[in-house]
């Protein structure tokens, strides 16, 4: 069975600045790490691997330096992987990454299944997949938290909706998006990292794709146009209640029932 | 020891320097009050009093020592060996609500708190200024008087040392209630006998510490973690000479084995990132910067392999590391939670004999029929048995808890080990500490005790007495 996974550099904390006139998260200078729901599409597929056997590659679309995140699914026992990186690619929008990456994909050649995160940390949107799916002309499912069957030519997977839980027959090629928790991510391993240290990550630029015009790419390839991005202010809103236990769970249930949790 | 039971008139005092809704008598005191967290003895103290003020507590011991009522300080009740419980009845004083935090000094490096502030404040309060202070005891709900009182270690000791060592100075009340302040924000001090280093670790008997002046380091940048397969215990631990004398010093090298951790993870609902092995070391390196880490750790690393460790898996994140580290945080609870009832051995010996400790005590579990749990610190050499009740009864119970544990304190003694690595002696192991340390030693500890509390009216009963 042929994986691939899509991956994403995402910033290590939550503290991120953003350039107030392009709109874009500030990446130079901090810490970046692999997008934490891109670990249980790693971990989807790597089970899957050890079930049914296969070869796994990953893709991701960044700058230079997001190399390291594929250096890391190496050492958590991914076979190849490659990365899509040209200027020409920046500041792109939910629908020209996924285009990007799908050309992207293209190039990779053959696969079965496409496995990513639902969502990454930074952007949030959990657009990127299923927009892939659609530019691949591939199905998709999104929101994936278990893997019932998998099969010759399809794949049986349980879907969670607001509120339902369905389960979906897919067949090949298709496109999953996993959620937290599908299965607990591995930890990267050092032998593997002794072992994969020298395996290639060859970079992809928009001269290597069937599609070549600028203008599908990056800031230019985008349709939504970022007016302002700024971070939520935090609710700090609090109420400090005193007295014994009887009295605050009679206080606590009042207050939630105004509130309306309960 | 014959003292004065409370009377009315011991309560109007109490009435009269507190408000009233901070002295509590009999039935109005929480049983969490009689006992600590493990210790298995229980006693209801005849009052309790929440202070504020070091002047209070000062009022108080004053009444008390004039009067010979028996005082109990208290936290928050964390600890392990029944230090904190009020055996002779008399006074409690809790100093939780001396909770403030009094001044951080960014050009002295020193953090000064009252005692009733809580571990886990102190280190989310000096984070935020980019300043650290190193001792991690597991239990962060405790407070920092708790800590300084048992000289509480934790799992960053082997790097970065244990809580007396980031101890500057104190604000004391002593049992005649005269308040003394000793050392200070000096960073050396050969002015006399250190009283503050006699309190540290006095475990309430010499003095109520009230304020602590704390040494704080420049927070490190960067921390990772390596956990470590191994396909048993005894390979594992034979691992850890080796990386101390490898002169790569890790902040913190813990192991543990599969069913604790299977156990925390259950406890927590929660699944561990690796459960393949029997065995594992959990260590942990910081550092200013990725490559000053990763340099030190890749050298710990083979160094593992080489001793036959499965493989050295990278925890590089915070979602990797509270995937981890939740777990470890919860084996106490985990271990408590699958038995009736359970006691425990915190010994230290050296750190080349922990492994020849550990096979020692798993051994005395086909010895005594009885079930042992272990987890600890392998780099320092402080290990936590615990030996499970189950179904036992109470006399065979009784029995054979006695029997294992003088087996591993006379095992722990003859490898050149003491009776608590950081627990403390309190009241339950202080048969242990005796036979620890001889007829000289007991009777030079009772001796400083007599000097500071001639009366022993602080915390009677426990430690030497």
Redesign the interface.
Known sequence: MKILVCIKQVPGTSEVEVDETTGVLKRDGIDSKLNPYDLYALETALQLKEKVGGHISVISMGPPQAEEIIKESYMMGVDQGALLTDKRFAGADVLATAYTLSQGVEKLGDYDLIICGKQTTDGDTAQVGPEMAEFLNIPHVANVVKIIDICEDHIVVEMDMPDTIEVAKVKYPCLITVEKGIYQPRLPSFKLKLATNDRKIPFYGLDDFDDRDENNYGLSGSPTQVLKVFPPQANTDHEIWQGDSEELVGKLCDKLQELKFI | MNYKKIDQKDIDFLLSICDKDRVFIDKEINEDYWHDELAGIERCPEVLVKVISTDEVSDIMKYAHKNNIPVTPRGQGTGLVGGAVAIYGGIMIDLSKMNKIIEIDEENLTLTVESGVLLMEISKYVESHDLFYPPDPGEKSATIGGNINTNAGGMRAVKYGVTRDYVRGLEVVLPNGEVIETGGKIVKNSSGYSLKDLIVGSEGTLGIVTKAVLRLLPLPKKAIS??IPFPDLSMAIETVPKIIKSKIIPTAIEYMVKDVILASADFLG?????SSADAYLLLTFDGNSKEEVEQSY?KV?HIC?ESGAY???????Q??QE?IWSARGAFLEAIKASTTQMDECDVVVPRNKIAEFVKFSDDLQKKFDIRIKSFGHAGDGNLHIYVLRDELSQEVWDKKLHDVFECMYTRARELGGQVSGEHGIGFAKKPYLNESLGEEGIKLLKNIKLAFDPKNILNPGKVCQ
């Open positions: 390596l956990l929660k699944t561990f990132p690796d890749e690393a392999l493989d050295v898996l990278i925890s590089n994140t979602e990797r995937s």
